[in-house]
């Protein structure tokens, strides 16, 4: 990482930038929507969404049918919500390799990247790192052969670009969540309180854990580098544990702060039997559960078949819980098929449990095996 990152897109210069721009700032929704002809066999369950049940933390298989590649359609959902100005920023790429042109030797196909960008003190460091994190891990000597370096790499780079800009306000500060894939393999990478929920046959399946300055293994590390935590809130300023930005809070560059710009990574392989991924910022799930925004998308998959429309259902959803933050929301589907409904043999023994309720359980056995 070096001081000379250029933190601004010159206009006549090729840019990252792939048209997903910041939301205005008055009550309008901002979607997008993008579809690939390639077509894959889907298994899924059907369920109702009434119930708000909790969430499940589960890996997806590797034993993946020979052949299986997953298609990329995407449907994006933002909201100014009842705040008075909007901070959140978020990408779409459903096609990386035409994204990238030239730069797509050796990558492997199909590949799609995505992300959501929930700022704080301005708009410039969320805007700043959502035109240029996909050309930081592209750029990272590691990629494409260790991405998940390279995507720490680039999280570092854009976190010190906001620090050596002097056009860009050092009191910003962005959380950030991407999401890249390659063939089969995804890579969730988060900093920050957004989250990233697989839609596995009907189960919510968390890829990325909230860095709230009051979860424990962050409460931790934070006070083992000097910080507190005071009313939920790190050295009382700030809700969140991770941020890229904050350049007032985190001192000197190169010294070692309590608010952290490393992401936590996870990765793993998609299977047939996971349908879609739903990435956020926090004010979705400050009033929706993991396990019911899954609900809610699979249901509305099945009827219309179009992640656009479920994106904006589940911002909707949220200003009718009475979220308080602005609204990002990205679906981004894995098949070109909606999820088919499975029918469940009867039994001669009456369930009192739903469906989600038996999702939930089996998530609480295969975590526990």
């Not at 959902?77 to 797509?104: F, Q, T």
């Not at 046959?201 to 709230?212: F, I, N, Q, T």
Request: with cysteine; net charge negative; hydrophobic share 35%.
């Amino acid at each position: 990482m070096n001081g000379s990152v250029e933190p601004q897109t010159p206009p006549d210069s090729p840019s990252m930038d792939v048209g997903v721009g910041k939301p205005p700032r008055h009550q309008l929704t901002s979607i997008r929507h993008c579809a690939s002809s390639m077509r894959i066999a889907a298994a899924a369950a059907s369920s109702d969404y009434g119930m708000d049940l909790g969430t499940l933390s589960l890996i997806s298989p590797t034993d993946v049918r020979p052949g299986f590649l997953p298609v990329f359609r995407s449907g994006s959902c933002a909201e100014i919500g009842p705040k008075s100005y909007m901070e959140d920023e978020h990408v779409c790429v459903d096609n990386l390799i035409e994204h990238l042109g030239g730069r797509a030797a050796g990558i492997p196909a199909p590949g799609a990247f995505y992300g959501v960008f929930d700022g704080h003190g301005g708009t410039d460091a969320a805007c700043f790192v959502r035109k240029n994190i996909l050309k930081f891990i592209v750029e990272d000597m590691h990629f494409p052969n260790n991405v998940e370096k390279a995507i720490r790499g680039a999280f570092l780079k854009a976190d010190h670009a906001l620090a050596d800009s002097h056009s860009l306000d050092n009191n910003s500060g962005t959380t950030a969540l991407t999401a890249l894939i390659f063939g089969r393999t995804l890579f969730v990478a988060n900093a920050g309180d957004c989250r990233a929920v697989l839609g596995k046959r009907g189960r919510a399946v968390e890829l990325s854990r909230d860095h709230k300055p009051n979860c424990k293994s962050e409460k931790i590390r934070i006070e083992k580098l000097g910080g507190t935590v005071f009313d939920g809130y790190l050295n009382g300023q700030l809700a969140v544990a991770r941020a890229l930005g904050d350049w007032h809070m985190k001192g000197p560059k190169g010294s070692i702060s309590p608010l952290s710009a490393e992401p936590e990574l996870q990765e793993i392989v998609l299977s047939e039997e996971d349908e879609f991924l739903i990435i956020g910022c926090d004010g979705l799930w400050d009033v929706m559960t993991s396990q019911c925004a899954v609900t809610i998308v699979r249901k509305e998959l099945m009827q219309h078949n179009n992640p656009e429309r479920c994106s904006s259902e589940l911002v909707q959803e949220a200003l009718k819980r009475d979220s308080y933050d602005n609204l990002t929301v990205v679906v981004i589907c894995f098949s070109s098929n909606p999820p088919p409904q499975i029918d469940i043999p009867r039994s001669r023994v009456r369930r009192s449990i739903s469906l989600e309720g038996l999702h939930l359980l089996r998530g609480a056995l295969d975590r526990n095996a």
